[in-house]
C-alpha cells in the first residue's frame, strides 16, 4: 500500500519543541522534492518548509525560519521536521507531501501544485500553556 504518514505531533508548551516524522511506504522519498504543509483552524493550508530532491536544499516559510529544520533520512525513507521555539501561532495539522520522480536539480518550492504524488492524512500540533 502506497501511502505517507506524518507522526510526532501532540501538546507542546510555549517555547517547546517537537519532531515530527513522515514515513512513506511502498515507494522511495528519494529523488522526490518533500514539502511540509499546515492547515490552523479557518484558514488556508499553508508550506511550512521543504527539502529538495537532490543537494539537500531546504526552504522555509518567514515564520518559521530559523525555528524549524527540515532533514532527509534515506536509510529509513523518512523526512523530519524538527520544530523548536514552538508559539501558539504554530497549531495546525502538520501534513507532509512528496513531488513525483525528478531529476532536477533546482530548489523546493512550497507550493501544492509542486506535490502532486502522495499525502500524508496529517498530524495535530498544538501549541498552548
Known amino acids: 500500500h502506497l501511502q505517507l504518514v506524518e507522526s510526532g505531533g501532540g501538546w507542546v508548551q510555549p517555547g517547546g519543541s517537537l519532531r515530527l516524522s513522515c514515513a512513506a511506504s511502498?515507494?522511495?522519498?528519494?529523488?522526490?522534492?518533500i514539502g511540509w504543509f499546515r492547515q490552523a483552524p479557518g484558514k488556508e493550508r499553508e508550506g511550512v518548509s521543504c527539502?529538495?530532491?537532490?543537494?539537500?536544499?531546504?526552504n522555509y516559510a518567514d515564520s518559521v525560519k530559523g525555528r524549524f529544520t527540515v532533514s532527509r533520512d534515506s536509510d529509513n525513507n523518512t523526512v523530519y521536521l524538527e520544530m523548536n521555539s514552538l508559539k501558539p501561532e504554530d497549531t495546525a495539522v502538520y501534513f507532509c507531501?512528496?513531488?513525483?520522480?525528478?531529476?532536477?536539480?533546482?530548489?523546493?518550492?512550497?507550493?501544492?501544485?509542486?506535490?502532486?504524488?502522495?499525502w500524508g492524512r496529517g498530524t495535530q500540533v498544538t501549541v498552548s500553556s
Open positions: 527539502i529538495s530532491a537532490f543537494g539537500g536544499h531546504t
Open positions: 507531501a512528496a513531488s513525483g520522480l525528478t531529476i532536477s536539480l533546482s530548489m523546493c518550492l512550497m507550493r501544492e501544485e509542486s506535490f502532486s504524488a502522495y
Open positions: 511502498g515507494f522511495t522519498l528519494d529523488y522526490r522534492d
